[in-house]
């Protein structure tokens, strides 16, 4: 089983829509949490991080934890055609010199104008 | 400032040759990275640094050998190119490894064997 899971998509949801984007992980020491998002021939760029348990919000966006089901969620509100994009969810245990960032595959995320 | 540079932007090689992947970062980080990203693979880690004249093996480091003489530079190596090795290749570079601190990525390389 892979450490991280995440459905490749592509998604397509029409503008204004909102858009829900998850992940799986496997180990349980994982506490801290990511979303990156990719734009085509761009590097990785961060956008939500959260430890734990929980809900965070930053304007349309919102990542959600749930550590006991192994969880991890990305919403996005009234969806924009910005917003296309690959989304990467990522995690780590507890940060230190060797420790590493374990990325999904990524969602490729298409929003119809 | 820049932020993480990468150069070249792009490459074709033929199997066999050898080439170096250049990664700058102006942001005084101490900690630097190379990825490789493939279709349905995602990121994963080649090799990575924790501090200049410091190199550590990551997931996926065969092939390819690494250097940082320099703080802000960080070279990737491939000794005789493989069409295995048809990637795009990020850098990415962070302050430290705490757990909340975040990895700047580089535009990428994209690199094709022949």
């Known amino acids: 089983q892979k450490e991280v899971e995440q459905d490749p998509g592509p998604l397509s949801v029409p503008e204004g829509a909102i858009v829900s984007l998850n992940c799986t992980y496997s180990n349980s020491a994982f506490q801290y949490f990511m979303w990156y998002r990719q734009y085509s021939r761009k590097g990785p760029e961060l956008l939500m991080y959260t430890y734990s348990s929980g809900n965070k919000e930053d304007g349309r966006f919102t990542a959600q934890v749930d550590k006991s089901s192994k969880y991890i969620s990305l919403f996005i509100r009234d969806s924009q055609p910005s917003d296309s994009a690959t989304y990467l969810c990522?995690?780590?245990?507890?940060?230190?010199?060797?420790?590493?960032?374990?990325f999904g595959k990524g969602t490729r995320l298409h929003i119809l104008p | 400032n820049a932020g993480v540079t990468q150069t070249p932007k792009f490459r074709v090689l033929k199997t066999g040759q050898s080439m170096t992947l250049l990664c700058a970062q102006d942001?005084?980080?101490?900690?630097m990275y190379w990825y490789r990203q493939d279709p349905g693979m995602g990121l994963r880690l080649i090799h990575y640094?924790?501090?200049?004249?410091?190199?550590a093996k990551g997931e996926v480091p065969d092939g390819y050998n690494v250097s940082r003489l320099k703080k802000q530079n960080f070279l990737l190596g491939l000794e005789s190119a493989a069409p295995s090795q048809t990637s795009v290749y990020f850098c990415?570079?962070?302050?430290?490894?705490?757990?909340?601190?975040?990895?700047?990525f580089g535009p990428g390389t994209r690199l094709t064997v022949l």
């Open positions: 990522a995690t780590r245990s507890r940060g230190g010199r060797d420790d590493k960032i374990i």
């Open positions: 990415a570079s962070s302050y430290s490894q705490s757990s909340t601190d975040t990895q700047y």
């Open positions: 640094s924790v501090g200049e004249g410091t190199t």
């Open positions: 942001m005084n980080h101490e900690y």
